[in-house]
């Protein structure tokens, strides 16, 4: 059984225990649920240019996903942009 997590009395304590602290003692895998991140409203149109062999990959993809090609491309993004920041 995991641990339970402590009781804080500052944002500052909160950050010390994150520091020193291997989460692994705490957290299991099951205690984790996808995300996916709206950053705004969708404004913007873009041009994209790609090899046909990479949009006909994606389109075999959108087969396993059930979505649209534009739309898989465009989780796809949503999901890795934040780990380039």
Known sequence: M???FPKFKSQKAFDKFLET???GDY???SDFKKVTFKFRNQDRVISLRI???LLELLKKATA???T???RLIK?????????YL
């Open 68 to 70: 649209k090609y534009q």
């Open 27 to 29: 957290l299991e895998p």
């Open 75 to 83: 989780s796809i993004l949503e999901e890795h942009v934040v780990s």
């Open 2 to 4: 995991k641990k339970p």
């Open 64 to 66: 396993k996903h059930n």
């Open 21 to 23: 602290t291997d989460l």
């Open 51 to 53: 090899s046909s062999s």
